[in-house]
Antibody, heavy 119, light 110 residues
Framework: QVHLVESGGGVVQPERSLRLSCAASRFTFSICGMHWVRQAPGKGLEWVASMSSDGGSQYYADSVRGRFTVSRDNSKNTVDLQMNSLRAEDTAVYYC?????????????WGQGTLVTVS | QSALTQPASVSGSPGQSITISCTGTSSDVGGYNYVSWYQQYPGKAPKLMIYDVSNRPSGVSARFSGSKSGNTASLTISGLQAEDEADYYCSSYTSGNTLVFGGGTKVTVL
């Protein structure tokens, strides 16, 4: 059973930074693409960023490009999201998600999420 | 990166079938067979229900089925049950190597 646990959420002031981390287990992390998806309070899902299994490819939503950076450590089975210059509109639950092995740019499992409040 | 278009709400009585549509463009839904559907209960993480347009992961009820025609994908729930009351989101891979989600559909079991 895939296990994804996010951490690092909290309350942060506008223009400050925050780093989220996701610990993965119970699957072969090093062969899976990973994703971050967020959900503002009472709103729908919004894709944020994706990273390929080897870290060689990263993709970002227009709303975060240049402010957010995704990274991973395959030796520790972790994927991080560095968030800089935070804005009120970045307030959301941030989910770490696993890409499907057959095609990594689709999501098959989700963590429970961590809440980020920019205020 | 415009969101895919879903109806805000769909309702049905127990035992009935309902269909949720998800409309995109030729750069996402219409261009690739990488449409997924997720079920989300309030305060919970989403759960994959359908992948690659019409495939069900192990453990997902056969009452859930997916299809696609042109730029519109659809999720059908047959034999509607009270436990199906949740939010449903579609997503698609896009030509820009990104993912895009629909706005979500609230399913109500009358």
């Amino acid at each position: 059973q895939v296990h994804l646990v996010e951490s690092g959420g909290g309350v942060v002031q506008p223009e400050r930074s925050l780093r989220l981390s996701c610990a993965a287990s119970r699957f072969t992390f090093s062969i899976c693409g990973m994703h971050w998806v967020r959900q503002a309070p009472g709103k729908g899902l919004e894709w944020v960023a994706s990273m390929s299994s080897d870290g060689g490819s990263q993709y970002y939503a227009d709303s975060v490009r240049g402010r957010f950076t995704v990274s991973r450590d395959n030796s520790k089975n972790t994927v991080d999201l560095q968030m800089n210059s935070l804005r009120a509109e970045d307030t959301a639950v941030y989910y770490c998600a696993k890409g499907r092995a057959a095609f990594w740019l689709t999501i098959d499992h989700w963590g429970q999420g961590t809440l980020v409040t920019v205020s | 990166q415009s969101a895919l278009t879903q109806p805000a709400s769909v309702s049905g009585s127990p035992g009935q079938s309902i269909t949720i549509s998800c409309t995109g463009t030729s750069s996402d839904v219409g261009g690739y067979n990488y449409v997924s559907w997720y079920q989300q209960y309030p305060g919970k993480a989403p759960k994959l229900m359908i992948y690659d347009v019409s495939n069900r992961p192990s453990g997902v009820s056969a009452r859930f089925s997916g299809s696609k025609s042109g730029n519109t994908a659809s999720l059908t729930i047959s034999g509607l049950q009270a436990e199906d009351e949740a939010d449903y989101y579609c997503s698609s891979y896009t030509s820009g190597n990104t993912l895009v989600f629909g706005g979500g559909t609230k399913v109500t079991v009358l």
